[in-house]
T-cell receptor, first 111, second 112 residues
Framework: DTAVSQTPKYLVTQMGNDKSIKCEQN?????MYWYKQDSKKFLKIMFS???????INETVPNRFSPKSPDKAHLNLHINSLELGDSAVYFC??????????FGDGTRLSIL | QKEVEQNSGPLSVPEGAIASLNCTYS??????FFWYRQYSGKSPELIMF????GDKEDGRFTAQLNKASQYVSLLIRDSQPSDSATYLC????????????FGRGTQLTVWP
């Protein structure tokens, strides 16, 4: 009965490949987020969706494309992966501005 | 650029002591303040949130907020080795759209 679940937990791939990360929440929240945590542990927001509508789009390369098929799911597709994309990507969800709940993270390593 | 500043540490305290973690923020429009704990290799876990000036206590944890000074702190009483983690301060304007700005975290070590 995991609240916010991400798949896969680990992703190791080569530069130039395209990959996707999936996120699902069963909390009934209407807002979902993608964060990137770099090697220095700095957690920075990338995107946010509210009821399937994109509401936050930070300065992120357009190789990153989020997609929300419904309010319980938010996926992240990354094209042409680069070395600098190596990080931990966290999905989170919230409702009405209340505290955000995070998934376990996806550790992306680019070879 | 809205900034959240924390002392990176590491902060090292003996078991049973009070650990004091500090955070300042630049956006005067910030309304909601959160403390997350992150163990190595794990996801951030919410431990406290505070919206009003003053103190808020929950068990061994006390969050303190001073909006005039743009300062929020977290006190951990009777620190335990299991409290050893990175503590992330996060602030938002509190709208329903909930954009959070995080500090870089303070690493806390509690030694037995």
């Amino acid at each position: 009965d995991t609240a916010v679940s991400q798949t896969p937990k680990y992703l190791v791939t080569q530069m130039g490949n395209d990959k996707s990360i999936k996120c699902e929440q069963n909390l009934g929240h209407d807002t979902m987020y993608w964060y990137k945590q770099d090697s220095k542990k700095f957690l920075k927001i990338m995107f946010s969706y509210n009821n399937k509508e994109l509401i936050i789009n930070e300065t992120v390369p357009n190789r990153f494309s989020p997609k929300s098929p419904d309010k319980a799911h938010l996926n992240l597709h990354i094209n042409s992966l680069e070395l600098g994309d190596s990080a931990v990507y966290f999905c989170a969800s919230s409702q009405d501005g209340k505290p955000q709940h995070f998934g376990d993270g996806t550790r992306l390593s680019i070879l | 650029q809205k900034e959240v500043e924390q002392n990176s540490g590491p902060l090292s305290v003996p078991e049973g002591a009070i650990a004091s973690l500090n955070c300042t923020y630049s956006d005067r429009g910030s309304q909601s303040f959160f403390w997350y704990r992150q163990y190595s290799g794990k996801s951030p876990e919410l431990i406290m949130f505070i919206y009003s000036n003053g103190d808020k206590e929950d068990g061994r944890f006390t969050a303190q907020l001073n909006k005039a000074s743009q300062y929020v702190s977290l006190l951990i009483r009777d620190s335990q080795p299991s409290d050893s983690a990175t503590y992330l301060c996060a602030v938002s304007r509190g709208s329903t759209l909930g954009r959070l700005y995080f500090g870089r975290g303070t690493q806390l070590t509690v030694w037995p």
